[in-house]
């Protein structure tokens, strides 16, 4: 087995060369961002086999993208096999992100979609995790629309984990710009809504709270989902709610949420300091699985 | 010289065959969006040299695109030497599409941005494009923002042609489903702002008007700038103006502005009918120099 940091399988190409050109300069995926994509962890021990976490669920969303798109998604069997294919040259001990990515494919050729996967491994954390990053400052910049913005309005894609993520990059630049680590969208009529590349999730008086869904066009998050799951079972109040910005500020905890990283306590916004509970966040970090 | 419908040229590596892969799996502008674009024509008469129209403002306009996205643009000497590499082997007669795409660069290498050009022939223009359909039914369809959205927002992106362009390609789908050719984006406040490839152009009692950059985040359209200057020269009064959605319907002369296939007249709106004027609308076609 190699120790490659990189593994690239493309569908009806099989493993290439992590080099290895593999879209046409006519490919919608690239001039049109015009895709869809999915990511979840893989865990794999000194000389142990890799474990993908949840590929199921990240498998579904992928489905769920692309019928929003009209983009027609290759079976979950061929992404099995196609990951299983990457995984058979993966061996590198510790965390790695595996990435499903779908274009609509090519415009000159009627090629049809473009698909393929990568992993990557995560050079800042260990087997367990125990280098990760657990705490992060954040900045909110204004996501430009209000709160129901992409109601009725499916052409918008809200809730589409698309391609076209550039203003999502832009952001973070502008965080690393002011000095800190990431960055929590707001509406323009005031509210939280997510962040960049992770879900928000707030404690609040003995609630867990996260940003719905629909009218705000945020990406559903598999991990405040799993996250939620485990707190209600444990006594916590959950709900999906629209969170006024201001009330970030004076949140018990607040987290930024992603499959790749789980929950990160973020400890000051804007430059303001955040209420940092220690036991609280250890709690939420064994909801979420890691 | 080979008569391709389609060349390829890309920054280090020179003319590729159209089928050859130009871009690996962790570039950013295929995973992210994160890149931005120009296109411009190609004209070229039977067995004549092809001509470039105004490759110096649409190079003009990448390096500002470029610049709002923190991407290091090849110089302009590099990317007319990847041009003229291209029109060497371009010889079909007629109008062609020449595109110049730039993206951030890989994730996994220090390789530097990636640049290419690609030549598509427009199957359904003749040389002098008498075959282009010069008029087009529209829809419109809300953009979720207000019309001040992009102010003091430069993470937004907007005014800058990135390769993030899946909703502007949704809402085409979208105004096929509804049964009309193209979209008239709209914002949340009442007022037009441009199609998802191209610019507004409206004619009212005498002006021509079209939406103002900026604050809107609309990207500046170079043929509606060749319009405006032309029709003043011409005695026309022209202002960068918003347009409430509703006068839209009762303008004397609506058109989509794009420099692939110049002013399109817009014959209904909605399923409304529009005021057709064809001594007007052949004026605007000479103003724009098609």
Not at 78 to 95: H, I, K, N
Not at 97 to 124: C, F, M, N, Q
Not at 201 to 222: C, F, K, N, Q, Y
Request: net charge negative; glycine share 10%.
């Amino acid at each position: 087995m190699t120790h490659a940091p990189h593994v690239v399988a493309v569908l009806g190409r099989g493993v290439l060369h992590p080099d290895e050109p593999v879209v046409t300069a006519d490919d919608l995926g690239l001039t049109r961002g015009d895709g869809c994509f999915d990511s979840t962890r893989i865990l794999t021990e000194e000389g142990g086999t890799p474990h993908v976490v949840d590929l199921e669920g990240h498998l579904d969303r992928l489905e769920r993208s692309a019928r929003a798109m009209d983009i027609a998604c290759p079976p979950q069997q061929a992404w099995r096999r196609l990951v299983a294919d990457a995984l058979a040259v993966w061996s590198t001990p510790g965390e790695a992100v595996l990435k499903l990515v779908l274009t609509r494919g090519r415009e000159w050729r009627p090629t049809g979609p473009t698909a393929y996967v990568s992993i990557t491994h995560r050079a800042d954390t260990g087997i367990t995790g125990h280098q990760r990053p657990r705490t992060i400052t954040a900045v909110t910049l204004t996501r430009g629309h209000p709160s129901d913005a992409f109601r009725d309005a499916p052409w918008l894609l809200g809730g589409v984990k698309t391609l076209s993520y550039v203003v999502n990059v832009a952001a973070q630049r502008e965080a690393r710009r002011r000095g800190a680590d990431d960055v929590i969208f707001t509406t323009t009529d005031g509210y939280a809504l997510d962040g960049p590349t992770s879900g928000l999730l707030v404690a609040r008086d003995g609630w867990l709270l996260s940003t719905p869904t629909g009218d705000t066009g945020i990406l559903e998050s598999v991990t405040v989902g799993d996250i939620f799951e485990s707190a209600r079972a444990d006594g916590w109040l959950t709900r999906f709610v629209l969170v006024p910005v201001a009330d970030l500020y004076t949140s018990d905890g607040l987290w930024l949420v992603s499959s790749g990283r789980g929950p990160v306590l973020v400890t000051a916004l804007d430059g303001r300091p955040l209420a940092v509970d220690e036991e609280l966040a250890s709690r939420v970090h064994g909801y979420a699985g890691f």
